[in-house]
């Protein structure tokens, strides 16, 4: 009797380890939309207001989620004290330390930091064509990420169930 409890129990926990992968590859997903959201809204003040890149940071902060809240607020303090770092810097700081939580792949990194690089060095017609063109970039890898993720979630949830099947063999 012991061993059938142990034998479920084993099953049921290598099971839930698959379902736990896939969903992690659903809310990396989502962060990707989020972030693609919060690109929108600061290309959207940007064209409205036509704010200084502190200020935007500062308008679009009080409309997000945790963690990128406290990254546009940390960027907009850093962008207004500018203690003679260049935007870049001060952008790809705060995003290192900000922004680890999401755990985002080396590409997206790349990407984000690649906005950081371009966007502090323009007027605001040509940061909002950056920002635009920043959007189709991140269409793109979305689209990449939903495709894989299907055979991803299904992937891990096969592996969950098939590695919890050995397991109970190899112990009966």
Known sequence: MQKLIGCILIFLASMGTGFLYAADYQKYLENLIYLQQLIY???GEME??????????GRVS???????????????HEVEARR????????????????????LRAEHIIILKELG????QMDTR?????LHLYM?????????????LSSKKRLSS??????GLFLVIVLI
């Open 117 to 120: 690089n371009s966007l502090g």
């Open 136 to 148: 189709n970039r991140m269409n793109l890898e979305i689209e990449k990420t939903r495709e894989a």
């Open 62 to 76: 009080v409309r997000v989620q945790e963690p990128y809240h406290s990254w546009l607020n940390r960027l907009e």
């Open 84 to 103: 003679e770092a260049s935007f870049p810097e001060i952008w790809n700081q705060c995003m290192e330390e900000e922004l680890a939580v999401l755990h």
């Open 41 to 43: 809204m600061l290309k």
């Open 158 to 163: 096969c592996m969950g169930i098939l590695g």
């Open 126 to 130: 040509t940061g909002t064509g950056t």
């Open 48 to 57: 409205y207001t036509r704010a200084p890149l502190g200020e935007l940071f």
